[in-house]
């Protein structure tokens, strides 16, 4: 017995619950409406029946003091306003596409086709991003197998250098004397003095796949097709990742968005333009003003939005078709997040928003940006409540009891849990993204209300990439916000159990507060941890790659080798001869790589039978063969798939301290040597004719550097 009610009769709803949300979901086809929505149903039920309780008996009796009510009052308002956000996510739910199959059928089409396709415009909008960065994607743009596309990079730094390297690449370079309307005036600018039906964007650091164009020009057969978004995929770790040490453990946080949320707003015709990695038909462009708006910072949805109002739709291909780089800072995230929210709160107060006319209502629903505000505003609040409660004695509901816990608060909590991880499996980590929310909620919420307040005359800022972005630091504030957080945590609990200092009155809630407060106490660490900025070790991410490759000293000999991983500065192999004891750091190597030709190098560092290389690579053709290698033929992809129980351990095991693997060394292997398996290679010299067709391979463009 518990209070006056069974054991049985109070754990019923969570057993319920686990059956019906935890336990069936895998055993159906989750992607059918029926079974959707039978998920769907099952967690709405137990909302509802939670809610019937919560506003009857833990609000509407509140009396007291105003203070005690109007806690009471916003506790809850704050509760009902996140719920109210969830349930338009798990309308969006209800519906998914998966346009890969289409995808295939497009892309047999446009192969097969004797007539010429489409012409596309390939646009590279940049600001300030260093040479670094823009050498791959403009390389890579170079590298799409498509027959009619021209390359344009779109430089709002007006900076001679570039401008000279796009010459010397071949490709179109264009500026304008302002930077007026940042990325979207940028775009505008080039809209007019360019001519393709099509017009393809790839932010700076966003590197196409060679089929990029093939997979996805196909869709535009359908007039109504405006937009092709495809998602956003990264070749680097992002801060979660890194400060946690989970880069084999854990997605990176926009997973969830763009393998879940995507294409189930695909199956509402409401997918969005994402600003990179996007193709729009110059035809739906120029129904709208010819022109990107210049109404909000983030001028992709409401683009989307514009071309909705005019018939246009955008189409969502869930595949990884170019990679580009996650912040590489805490400094660079906060940029992004906060543009990101800054813009989509804007769009409220604009006529082309979703508040304006000639949009459907499920379009109007999934267009508001709620989430901004609601998640921020739940996340601060489960940690603030115990706190206020523990120090003060406030309640956040009245008339609650352990029973009462057990029977609504709990199956609730599982169900809304559980119900996304039915939807997404495999995207969707709770603790995971409870850290995460908790860490940036703590700049993102002043950012919303600051712009609620004041929508407009916000400059554009953009996010730090390269080596200028890399900086160590930390993130002084929330560090030690978090810190204070679970000081005033702990201290409460240990406070309120010694009777003579006790605060709180309900002796018999602190149970319940003490296992919400040991929870928050492990997010806010796992936040404390994430605001500290791990060292940079690589200016370069190595991929891993395993082929053969030959390396030949400085006195002649030569010999076969595996390499382990590659990067753009260097590479780590393994020696098929154990016994060579004589290489040295600082010696002069030269070696042949397949698809990219021979290379100059220095021994760097050895460790038994694996060798760090450093490269010796100027700009060259080699140097393009390399990139080309790397960042287009999806070597720079790293798919973590791991269950929500596994990564919860993952980042439970991140608390401790780890020791430096191998890879962390700098030898780029993290495992002990593996006896290397027996390879064939061509003994072939790289004729001045396979220069020609592999330099063709980048790029019609080049073909004047054959020469």
Known sequence: MVGNLPLLELVAPTLIVVALIYVLPPLLPMRRTWARLLVFATVWVVILRYQEWRLFTTVLPADGEWYEVGWVWFCYAVELFAEIDALILYLAFLRRKDRSAEADLHEQRLRATATTLPSVDVFIPTYNEPLEVLEKTITGALCLDYPNFKVWVLDDGRRAWLRDFCQTKGVGYLTRPNNSHAKAGNINHAVNLTDGEFVAIFDADFIPQR????????????????????????????????????????????????????PSRDGWDAAFCCGSNSVTRRAALQAVGNALPTGSITEDMLLTLAMLRKGYITRYLCEHLAFGLAPESLQAFFVQRQRWARGATQILFLPEGPLGSNISFMHRLLFLPTHWLSQSMIMLMTVITPIVFLWTGLLPMVNVDTASVVSYIVPMVLAVIGGVCAYAPGQYFPLATQVLGTFQSFK??????????????????????????????????????????????????????????????????????????????????????MSLQAFAKRGEERFPLQEPVWIIRSNGSFFLARTRDVSMSGMAVQLDDLTRDDFRPGEPVRFFISQVGHVSGTIARRAGALVGIRFELPESTERDLLISKLFTLGHNTANVNVSAAAAFLAMLKSIAILKPTAAEAGIGAAAAPAEPDKLEAATYVLQPKDRTVRLTDIGSQRSSLAA
């Open 211 to 262: 089929q990029f164009l093939m997979r996805t020009m196909g869709f535009f057969e359908d007039p109504k097709i405006g937009i092709v978004q495809v998602p956003h995929a990264f070749y680097n770790n992002d801060p979660l990742q890194t400060n946690l040490a989970l880069q084999k453990s854990l997605p990176d946080d926009q997973r969830f968005f763009f393998e879940a949320i995507m």
């Open 444 to 529: 993102i919420l002043p950012t919303v209300i600051a712009t609620l307040l004041k929508p407009f005359g916000h400059a554009f800022k953009v996010t730090p990439k390269g080596a200028s972005a890399r900086a160590q630091s930390y993130e002084r504030s929330i560090f030690w916000t978090a810190a204070t957080l679970i000081f005033l945590t702990v201290a409460g609990l240990v406070i309120n159990t010694m009777p003579e200092y006790r605060i709180v009155t309900q002796g018999s809630l602190l149970p319940i507060v003490a296992i919400w407060s040991a929870v928050n106490v492990l997010v806010l660490f796992l936040v404390c941890m």
